[in-house]
């Protein structure tokens, strides 16, 4: 008769479940929820970040089948269980068999590197997360294609993975899903083949430190990388216009647009025109002008590095004043109806603040954009 | 008893005289009139009624677009405006927005801005001291 016994300590089991609710989570997000959603995708990244960390540490500390050591397998190993599966007599281990501990370090891998290419692009193109204040735009907007190809890769592992326990189970006659949640497992028959012998089990203490170091982990990054990225993101993102003098002088027809919207010449060029400035006398008195001129070249889009400061540097040179005149905002906003800009809470196209808020620090982002009702 | 009611009367009269005097609106139209003063000897007076003609006239040397201030601020001095670009614009008579003609180089600003964009040229102080007076009064 077989018995059966503890091979999966609690805190590899919790690590499992809570590793297949985050991911879920982070995939839902990711792919299907809208770009408001965003701050939410984070979370859920943060978390499979934590819980990956905490595997990799219990991988070298926890119980015995927990250890990577445990299962990191021979080639021939490897080999020959692929070969046992064919003849649907694939070799019997008490832990994770070779394939399935191949599995295992290639999701722990590609999840690695998917959350943290998540924070590349979140602090690269959003100014947002613990690195804003180190990563270029562009990179953050390179690394955005690698996350999300990462992510369809992800898609098509779980699916090899969820396949693998379905089949191992079958010939195993052993439901390794209902293991993963007991944590036991039956013990092979003393006299068959299985080299694989009953080491160490799982020691109470063992399970409640992995517990403790569980919740510790997560605590420390769901809190603490939030905490970080406060604090770097207040140098990174480009100086708040609101109740400066710039806002006043230049806030009055239209709301102030933030000077990292177009670069220093076209902000030069408009200086000098005030007195006709779209079909309009916006003069100023000479000292204001020049006040003002310094304000807008030291924050232009030369000097900051968020979205809209790279997306419409580059203008249209017809048009050099006008940020919605560049191919960028006509493209990006091509799907947005007229009646959209013409809406009474909107106005004009020109009205950014009416659809999106940041305005005032020039960061503009589709998960924080707010159409008027109805769009 | 009666020494002390007019004593309070007459401080408060004193009071209510020194607010007006000192109001900011007042140092406001007191520049144009100033200014109107050294332009011309036999000042007369600002006119409410020149003021609103010139609030509401059309002109056609200036901007194409706004040819008349009522084109932003409405026809009516209670009204609240539009810019072109969308803005709202706060009332333009004193009664319901009180925070107008407050400070001399903003309604100085506005003035040069706006009759230039409508009118194609500078108001004169006399035409800006009228604008004044009418909007005062609303």
Redesign the interface.
């Known amino acids: 008769m077989k018995t059966s016994q503890i091979i999966w300590d609690f805190p590899t089991r919790a690590f499992h479940w809570l590793l297949v609710l985050t991911v879920a989570g982070g995939l839902i997000t990711g792919f299907l929820a809208p770009d408001s959603w965003l701050m939410i995708h984070v979370w859920f990244g943060t978390a499979v970040l934590a819980l990956i960390t905490f595997r990799l540490i219990w991988g070298l500390v926890g119980s015995y089948h927990s250890r990577f050591s445990s299962f990191i397998y021979s080639r021939r190993e490897t080999r020959d269980h692929i070969l046992g599966l064919l003849k649907r007599k694939p070799s019997k281990h008490l832990g994770h068999n070779p394939l399935g501990a191949l599995m295992i370090f290639i999701l722990i891998g590609t999840l690695l590197v998917i959350t943290l290419s998540g924070f590349v692009v979140l602090g690269g193109e959003e100014k947002q997360g613990p690195l804003a204040g180190v990563v270029p735009y562009f990179i953050g907007k390179g690394v955005e294609d690698i996350h999300e190809t990462l992510a369809g890769f992800l898609l098509f592992l779980i699916g090899g993975h969820l396949f693998g326990v379905v089949v191992e189970s079958l010939l195993s006659k052993e439901n390794l899903a209902k293991s993963m949640v007991t944590g036991r497992k039956a013990i092979p028959d003393i006299d068959s083949d299985n080299t694989d012998t009953v080491k160490g089990g799982v020691h109470r203490g063992v399970s409640v430190a992995g517990v403790v170091g569980l919740v510790v982990v997560l605590a420390l990054f769901l809190i603490g990388i939030p905490t970080i990225s406060g604090a770097v993101t207040e140098s990174v993102i480009p100086t708040d216009v609101s109740n400066t003098q710039y806002s006043t002088e230049c806030g ?4 102030a647009f933030h000077p990292s919207l177009l670069p220093k010449e076209s902000w030069f060029k408009m200086m000098n025109e005030l ?1 006709n400035h ?8 000479g000292k204001v002008v020049q006040s003002l001129e310094a304000f807008l070249i030291n924050n232009s889009s030369e000097i900051w590095d968020t979205r809209a400061a790279n997306l419409f540097r580059n203008v249209n040179p017809k048009k050099p004043l006008q940020i919605t005149a560049t191919k960028r905002w006509k493209h990006i906003h091509e799907d947005v109806p007229d009646t959209a800009f013409q809406h009474k809470l ?3 196209k ?2 950014c603040a ?1 659809c999106h808020s940041g305005t005032q620090v020039g960061m503009f982002a589709d998960y924080t954009v707010q159409m008027p009702k109805g769009f | 008893m009666k020494k002390i009611l007019l004593l309070t009367l007459m401080f408060t009269g004193m009071a209510f005289s020194n607010v007006y005097a000192q109001s900011p609106q007042s140092v406001v139209l007191t520049f144009y009139e100033n200014l109107q003063r050294e332009q011309a000897v036999d000042f007369k007076g600002f006119s409410s009624e020149r003021g609103q003609n010139l609030f509401v006239s059309a002109f056609s040397d200036g901007k194409p677009d706004i040819p008349s201030c009522t084109t932003c601020h409405t026809p009516s001095p209670t009204g609240t405006g539009k810019t072109r670009a969308g803005k709202i614009i706060e009332p333009m008579a004193l009664s319901i927005n009180n925070a107008r003609y407050t400070d001399t180089v903003k309604t100085e600003k506005w003035f040069r801005r706006n009759c230039k964009s409508v009118m194609g040229r500078e108001c004169t102080p006399r035409e800006k001291g009228d604008f004044l007076t009418f909007m005062m009064g609303q």
């Open positions: 009055d027809c239209h709301h007195d779209f079909g309009e006398d916006a003069s100023l008195d909107v106005g004009t020109t009205n009416g």
